[in-house]
């Protein structure tokens, strides 16, 4: 399931991952820790929805 960036619509991704951020391919969104930010524009993972 991938989920998208309210602010910038940016989108992650499980199976990319964001390995800039530290955040392995594989790693399901719910995995991620709470203090992962959205590397294209800093907001938390709550500001965050699911794609449909």
């Known amino acids: 399931m991938k989920y998208i960036c309210d ?4 989108v ?5 991952g964001d390995p800039d951020g ?4 594989g ?3 719910a995995d ?3 203090d992962w930010i959205c ?5 938390s ?3 965050f929805s699911l794609v449909e």
């Open 7 to 10: 602010v910038c619509s940016w």
């Open 12 to 16: 992650y991704d499980p199976e990319v």
């Open 22 to 25: 530290g955040i392995a391919p």
């Open 27 to 29: 790693t399901a969104f």
């Open 32 to 34: 991620i820790p709470e």
């Open 39 to 43: 590397p294209e524009c800093g907001v």
């Open 45 to 47: 993972k709550d500001d």
